[in-house]
């Protein structure tokens, strides 16, 4: 059983950054895509970004140019730099781990963006 264990949540000020780690239980390199989930209260659970294995990310439009995910395989462990961050951002972010027939998530850390 693939363990992911998300951490770097909390409160922030709007404008603020935040960096979440994702750290797997094996090697990353091992899914054809890592990626990070949101779902704000009420709301269902979206796409926020995503870094294959080979190949450029994707992003959702809200948070282009915001947002940034990056691996580190020697480290197992996949990251989001989120700066410029709004209120509207608040969410429990999750991370994924998509292979060809697997399927794995985190536990979720609480980002709350408020003054």
Not at 25 to 40: E, H, P, T, V
Not at 66 to 76: E, G, L, P, Q
């Amino acid at each position: 059983q693939v363990q992911l264990v998300e951490s770097g949540g909390g409160l922030v000020q709007p404008g603020g950054s935040l960096r979440l780690s994702c750290a797997a239980s094996l090697s990353i390199f091992s899914f054809n895509n890592m990626g990070w989930y949101r779902q704000a209260p009420g709301k269902q659970r979206e796409l926020v970004a995503r870094i294959p294995r080979g190949g450029s990310t994707n992003y959702a439009d809200s948070v282009k140019g915001r947002f940034t995910i990056s691996r580190d395989n020697a480290k197992n462990t996949v990251y989001l730099q989120m700066n410029s961050l709004k209120p509207e951002d608040t969410a429990v972010y999750y991370c994924n781990a998509m292979g060809v027939t697997s399927d794995y998530w985190g536990q979720g850390t609480q980002v709350t963006v408020s003054s």
